[in-house]
T-cell receptor
């Protein structure tokens, strides 16, 4: 059973607007969360992370929010650009070697 | 620059064949991982290795084995390929060697395997 869930398989957004990607998790032992971005025919690349001791982390146009009580995190991309069109994976770690990944959300930024 | 190299980008094999997927990293990382990516399922961990000659089963190890004889190389072996092993296989490495290390994974470009 997947412990990290991305319930929206796809998202379409206009260039310049905000993209909001959501991720839910079930394992209360997860204490570190990451977002990866993947273009077709390439491996995923690290985007941004957040520790469970924080509720927000920002890096340029990308902000990740963590709501531990709801076991929910989100990635905000502002403003969205055409180069942001990709598959985004949410991942979580429970103080061990392994990362558990969600199914991914495909973002399409329309010009 | 960080580099994880997977030996084959595309492979086509027949059912029952033995398949080797090779992965090499040039960053002196202790941890290495094999994932498979399938539509709607995301990335699922097959095996990982936290050091040379060490290996641990991931979430879906059935039908796979691994080898880590040298620090830079982590091989995934399909002893007898089956059609349900058709997938994108992704190798990754990470610079830390201790449990609880949450360093990011560096991925290779992937190997698309088709089993006929």
């Amino acid at each position: 059973d997947q412990q990290v869930k991305q319930n929206s398989p796809s998202l379409s957004v206009q260039e310049g607007r905000i993209s909001i990607l959501n991720c839910d998790y079930t394992n209360s032992m997860f204490d570190y969360f990451l977002w990866y971005k993947k273009y077709p025919a390439e491996g995923p690349t690290f985007l941004i992370s957040i520790s469970s001791i924080k509720d927000k982390n920002e890096d340029g146009r990308f902000t990740v929010f963590l709501n531990k009580s709801a076991k929910h995190l989100s990635l905000h991309i502002v403003p969205s650009q055409p180069g942001d069109s990709a598959v985004y994976f949410c991942a979580a770690s429970a103080n061990d070697y392994k990362l558990s990944f969600g199914a991914g959300t495909t973002v399409t930024v329309r010009a | 620059d960080v580099k994880v190299t997977q030996s084959s980008r595309y492979l086509v094999k027949r059912t029952g064949e033995k398949v080797f997927l090779e992965c090499v990293q040039d960053m002196d990382h202790e941890n290495m991982f094999w994932y498979r990516q399938d539509p709607g399922l995301g990335l699922r961990l097959i095996y990982f290795s936290y050091d040379v000659k060490m290996k641990e089963k991931g979430d879906i190890p059935e039908g796979y084995s691994v080898s880590r004889e040298k620090k830079e190389r982590f091989s995934l072996i399909l002893e007898s390929a089956s059609t349900n092993q058709t997938s994108m296989y992704l190798c990754a490495s990470r610079p830390f060697g201790e449990p609880g290390a949450t360093g990011e994974l560096f991925f290779g470009e992937g190997s698309r395997l088709t089993v006929l």
